[in-house]
């Protein structure tokens, strides 16, 4: 029997990976199954089971999937661009350039709404949402590093908050999106993205500010507490 070499199998893997991820934008989580994975694939049930065992094993494949392209064709864009302000715009317009297709296709952001919703219950979900989370900081880091080294950002920049807070700021736009439907306007969206960066680059000639203190945390009163007390 001739030996299959690792590109093929790895071919064969990530067929199954896109039609896992088209199965689940189109029927959700739930409703989705291992035979409607195997139909879109157009491979046999063996053939599928003998790389993916469950559907777990596939919402971590498709992220790992996603997140590998994404990273490669970001770094493909950014390769021809060399003014830093400029890179900002192609790595912000890099990432709602995604959402216009997932929109559009039905793809990865539509999953990730779902997956949010499902976290609280499955581990493999909240897996993927986890390594989703550190590959974009990791790769928004590595964008103002560059800012702080070529003296566009503020030296004392705490570099890893601003990340997950900038992190944070496109899953906000992606979730407006899906709130907006029709009414979404990418332009608007895009410009509250580069506002936070405009003020982040005037800062560069600022002396670094007083920290904020956080406030302390206070427990949770339930109505029912706060009228005994009244």
């Known amino acids: 029997m001739p030996r ?14 896109r039609a896992a991820l088209q199965v689940f934008a189109e029927r959700g989580f739930h409703r989705a199954t291992m035979q409607d994975i195997v139909r879109a694939s157009g491979l046999s049930v063996g053939a599928i089971y003998t790389y993916f065992k469950s559907k777990s094993e596939l919402i971590l494949a498709g992220c790992d999937l996603i997140t ?11 390769a021809s661009v060399t003014g830093y302000r400029d890179r900002i715009a192609a790595a912000v317009g890099y990432w709602f350039d995604n959402l216009a297709v997932e929109q ?3 793809g990865s952001g539509f999953l ?24 974009t900081v990791t790769s928004i880091v590595m964008i ?5 080294m070529r003296g566009e950002l503020p030296a004392w920049l705490d570099v890893p ?9 496109l899953d906000g736009m992606l979730i407006e999106a899906a709130e907006d439907g029709a009414a979404y306007r990418r ?10 960066i405009e003020t982040l680059l005037a800062a560069r000639v600022a002396a670094p500010p007083e920290p ?3 406030a302390p945390a206070r427990p949770y009163e339930s109505a029912r507490a706060r009228r005994a007390a009244s």
């Open 212 to 214: 904020i203190a956080a």
């Open 112 to 135: 990730i709404l779902q997956a949010w919703a499902e976290a609280d219950t499955d581990p493999a979900i909240r897996e993927m949402l986890v390594r989703r989370r550190r590959e």
């Open 187 to 196: 332009a608007d969206h895009e410009r509250r993205i580069l506002a936070l």
């Open 68 to 78: 590998d392209q994404e990273l490669a064709q970001l770094g493909a864009r950014l």
């Open 4 to 17: 299959v070499s690792q590109e093929h199998e790895q071919e064969v893997r990530d067929r199954i990976v």
């Open 104 to 106: 559009t296709d039905g």
């Open 161 to 169: 908050s601003v990340a997950h807070a900038i992190s944070a700021l």
């Open 144 to 148: 103002l590093q560059e800012g702080v």
